[in-house]
């Protein structure tokens, strides 16, 4: 059977099986209590060490590249590949004997550097889009994964954030990605261990200012 | 059609050993798990209410939601195709594989995608199919179906795992010896073929009809490296899925994961909208979501409604004193446990999967954990009476159930059968508190004592009480 004719033949039945319509009800706003923090860095910062995933605050954007290098010196990595994003490109790297790479992935070993456009402090998620500086197969093909967040992008839940994304794109960008720690499976004799297909390690860097 | 029946394969399944072990593990591991998880929020009852109230709402404007959802995601250059049978889902999908001149498929984890069986069909048809997630690839190195919704593999034991693996990929000297080292291998084999696929294949746990949105939840990332690497994106899914809107997205979500895995978000939840924008730096080019019908809109129309609110969450799996003891084999089809013994004969046909509902011991559980609130114990058991009409149950079964009636109609002679009936059990434990031996009902006599009766029965301490 055709595509149509299916869609024609289903929709026929459910028309005929589903009730009145009722369009004032299209929308209805949540009436559970959808969890409000007083200290939302407190919350999300919790929440991300329960995640497995490490975290640092740093005062402001320029003070990236110096904890960053910290962090690559352990092992010979000098190649970040990053989003093509002014807060992340202006910065100096150079000094710090860093590179950023923009173009394709061509390496296993890769760390990948992106920046949240929310965090959800009841989560510890970050909430990462798709647009023409961020390739979204990067968050997933990582080696290592570095997030940068600004602390006013912190929301208290998922439905704030929504609201949130929804009045920042029209139309929604292709993909939006919560990410909640790094990538982990239980599939192999019931063992929970990181590091499946995605990234084997997450940080997050909180930005304050 | 299966040719050995529920209690047949439920005795396969007691008799394996390993998976005896995994299960033990699994059943004592996963309640508490989830109930820890639960203890932590305190909205859990009004969340549920609300969120039923809006699945319901769903169902109610199926029509309007799907057609606003196919709107949507036409609109921003995707593709929604209309399948009313599992055939016919296959051969949308082959068709689009076909029209890209595909060779190489990766495919995430869908149970829509198992209903249809489409991973042989599509091997049939001559594509490189390859399932991505790690405990779909580990049944497909074994030539099995799933046992669980959510972990397909749960049954396979490490050392299991292991063997398959020696047997499947070019080892050499190196060894696997823990889990870790079996995903690295596994991670790094798959890594290449993600890079060389033509076409993804996932599925949804949601579909957002305000923005044609599609709502993949997982913790390994191979769904989302299937919705981003390769030129095509195709999302296998059925009509039930779909929400009107991110809120009730955001409460569907809020009970699934603790449901399924006790997490209180999964590591990646992601939120797929058309295909690849103009400048975007990745993505696919092309974008179809493939919407299944398979009886949904008769289930629709029918008393047995409420299942479609199921959001695959495996809760009732995963509280069932039978699932947990038989494993999901045993149902001989690809949804197991309480929720697949209602979804298995109304998908199927009550009359190849009868046994099903009847493999139930009515202790309620499942109702009491789905986040749903949908009453399986009630649906398994007017599935039962169905059966029952429909003459389908077991000649053996008919008559002691009309002895049992004809019994039960005559007070007097059932009052003084189970008299002698207690005497002669007491008889036969000769003075100890079990009897060993009965001349009927030997299978269940060979692992069991029967408690032997103390010699009154219920009718008459009930009359020495009231004298």
Redesign the interface.
Known sequence: MTSQQSRYNILAKLRSASHQHQAEHLHSEPDYQTPRFNDPIEQFTRVLKAHHTQWEIIPDWRELPLQIAGRLQTSTQNTLHATKDKRLTQLDWQSHQITLNHTSFNDDHQTVISIADVGIAETGTLVVTSDKNTATTHSFLAEHHIIVIEKNSLVDNSETAWKKLNAMFKPLPRAVNFISGPSSSADVGLKLEYGAHGPRTLCVYIVEH | MNKVNFVERADIGLGDAPLQK?LS??RN?SPLARAKTLARM??VE??R??TKD?KN?S??????L??QFESEVT??GGQV?????TG?LNQ?VIDICQQQQAKKIVKGKSMVSEEAQLTHALIDAGFDTLE????EY?IQLAEEPPSHII????H????Q?VELFERHHPLGERDLP???A???EA?QL??EK?LEADIGITGANYLIA??G?VGLVT????G??C???PKTHIVVTS?DKIV????TA??V??LLVPSATAQ??????????????T?????PENFHVV?L?NKR??I??SKYKDILRCIRCSACLNHCPIYTRTGGHAYGDVYPGPMGSVWTPLLNGLENNHDLPNACTTCNRCAEVCPMEIPLPDMLRDLRRDEQQAGLQPKRWTLGMKISMWLFRRPTLFRWTTKLTARFLKHRAMNTNAVKHLPVNNGWMEVRDFPAPEGDTFFERLKKQRK
Not at chain 2, 81 to 85: F, G, R, V
Not at chain 2, 264 to 277: A, E, L, M, Q
């Open positions: 995994n593990i699994f591991f305190d909205n009004q969340l209410a609300w809006r709402f169902l109610d404007n199926l029509a309007d799907l057609e609109k921003i195709h209309w399948a009313e049978a016919d949308i991505t997630d790690l405990g580990i972990g397909p593999a749960i396979k034991t490490f050392e795992v823990d889990a870790k079996v995903m690295f991670r798959l890594r993600f305000e923005s949105t913790n390994e990332g191979n989302d490296l919705s981003s690497l009509i009107p809107d991110f809120d955001m409460a979500q809020r209180d978000i999964t590591c990646y939840t992601s939120f797929y909208t058309g295909p690849k924008r400048d975007d730096a990745d993505g919407l019908d809109s008769d629709l129309q």
